[in-house]
């Protein structure tokens, strides 16, 4: 019998590549033991094919840019053609039908419709009077529905469901009274490795400076570009956590990082890279670093967020 859900908003699909990250891989390692399944209401299914549609839209136009520019300097090649959308479309289909085995997909009835309006309509959490989330409030009335026969875990990296300006991220009050309230298990968890840390699947972090040092200095550069052309510059690394999760494939753990860094040019300042990577701990090689989340803080200005999408 399946007695754990996770729920994965359309965000944390994306950024973690449709589970092909190092994070997707442990938790997909965690549920095999724990005989728990992938919540996957249709609304999450058909937005995440939905974002799918719209990256490659834009990719394909960048790729044609591209592609022109470099016709320029060469005679004799014939244009090399991006892949469609519906080609992009097909392989995230072909990827959730891989992870099947893992999926309990939900259609959506009409009372979950018509419980997520209520939310909508009453200003309720996720949602709130600047704001509409119909989508993200159909997920969390599915969500609450299973989580009287199942223990449900929902992860999602999207404000609305905490807190405003709290760390570590606090659920919002309206949904926290809710959860207390209800018979059933249901918690929220803004990644994967807050799931895994209180489910207790951590294990002992790597102590070498050396991966550190490599992780800071790729997430550098990341952070370099996106404040480029603006008064901030990137000074020294003031904060890291880095945990370590099991894969279940020898050898290999899955590290999950934040990695702070001072701003200069303007007081307080902080820009913080989130992201996971593989990692060999008899080769110590670090591979497939994936950036997640940027998280820049600039004291008196409103805290931007930028999601990094596969």
Request: glycine share 4%; charged share 25%; hydrophobic share 45%.
């Amino acid at each position: 019998m399946v007695n754990m859900l996770v729920c994965l908003d359309a965000n944390i699909w994306i950024s973690s590549q449709l589970l092909r990250s190092p994070m997707g891989s442990a938790l997909k390692f965690y549920l095999a033991q724990v005989n728990g399944k992938l919540l996957l209401p249709v609304v999450v299914e058909r937005e995440v094919e939905k974002a799918a549609r719209n990256a490659a839209r834009e990719a394909s136009r960048k790729f044609a840019q591209a592609d022109d520019a470099l016709n320029r300097f060469r005679s004799g090649i014939d244009r090399t053609d991006a892949p469609s959308v519906e080609d992009i479309v097909g392989e995230v289909r072909k990827r959730f039908a891989y992870l099947s085995p893992f999926l309990l997909r939900v259609p959506l009835s009409l009372r979950d419709v018509n419980e997520a309006l209520e939310l909508v309509f009453n200003d309720s959490s996720p949602n709130s009077p600047q704001k509409e989330e119909f989508r993200d409030s159909l997920l969390w009335v599915v969500a609450r529905r299973l989580a009287r026969r199942h223990h449900v875990h929902v992860v999602t990296n999207d404000s609305d469901f905490f807190v405003p300006g709290e760390k570590p991220r606090r659920l919002a009050p309206t949904l926290s009274a809710e959860v207390a309230a209800r018979k059933g298990f249901l918690s929220v968890h803004e990644d994967f490795g807050a799931l895994l840390e209180a489910a207790n699947q951590q294990v002992t972090r790597p102590g070498s400076d050396a991966i550190v040092s490599e992780l800071s200095d790729w997430s550098r550069v990341v952070v370099e570009q996106e404040v480029s052309g603006e008064v901030l510059s990137v000074g020294n690394v003031s904060r890291v956590n880095l945990e370590a999760f099991r894969t279940g494939k020898r050898n290999q753990l899955a590290l999950a990082f934040e990695i702070t860094f001072a701003l200069q040019g303007w007081p307080g300042a902080e820009a913080t890279a989130k992201g996971s990577a593989e990692y060999n701990h008899r080769s110590e090689f670090i591979r497939a670093a994936t950036l997640e989340m940027l998280t820049i803080e600039q004291p008196g200005q409103s805290t931007r967020l930028i999601f990094f999408r596969a």
